[in-house]
């Protein structure tokens, strides 16, 4: 796969802030990235540089193959930006509105009905095109701003937490349309707070931290990359200190939380895991309750990566 996005080398200052340190990525034709970072890693600077809103003091961005600079017109007409912030018109009706935005790209006007009518079904807004943004529910007012940046139909979309505050059915809606917008053949820059997101439809992942990329891979990868490889939660009561100490002295075990009557034991490697810690409680003739094991999210990497959670960053 071709490169749809190369940069190199990209350092970002503001006066004696570094927000891009030396960054370089690559983005494939015809993937779902991801990128992701707490507030302040940079992610919203390279996005900007990548867009030719800002400037930058050193490297190189291609868009496309070509050098992407404030006058690349005929490469911005192949981008489409939904950004965090609704960015629509209150005066507009649902329908006016594609219309503009579209219109600032397509010029032919039977061209442009074709392209707004299809945005209009593609985001399941039929039956609100005469309703002015004020009018609609938050998860309706995100699909407006999807259906205005999408509706002259690029090659190359950036979302930017596009599902923030809207309820799960609408959620799922946007997640399953970006998914569709890919297998159309869009290429998609994706950024979340929400990793659940992230794994559901993201091909490959950078995590930036201080204005660099600190992994990248996809999600099978970047698990591989970290300490944790399961984790046990066990429901029981009246554990005592020496419990937790022989716990955390079996075999492949991280670390060993208990709090609120639930063991919560992380392993590093193994197999069978559950098996000796049950085995354990029943020697000890401790009871227990519920029994969760589950693999390692991408919270679990970004965690141990960076150091910090993610929403914690907000």
Partial sequence: MSNVIEINNLVKRYKELVALDHLSLEVKEGEIFGLLGPNGS???TTINCILSLLTYDKGSIKVFGKEMTPSSYDIKKQIGVVMQNVAVFNELTVYENIDYFCGLYITDKELRKKYVEEAIEFTGLSDFKKFRPGKLSGGLLRRLNIACGIAHKPKL?????PTVAVDPQSRNKILEGISKLNKDGATIIYTSHYMEEVEQICSRITIMDKGRSIANGSKDELKKMIT????????????????IKELSGLVHVYEVNYNDNLLTISFSGGKHNIVRVLNYLQEKNISFGRVYSELPTLNDVFLE????QLRDSL
Avoid at 228 to 243: A, Q
């Fill in 42 to 44: 940079g992610k919203t």
């Fill in 157 to 161: 979309i950036f979302f930017d937490e």
């Fill in 228 to 243: 944790v490889t399961e984790h046990i939660s066990i429901e029981t009561c009246n554990l005592l200190d020496e419990h």
């Fill in 305 to 308: 990566i960076t150091g910090t």
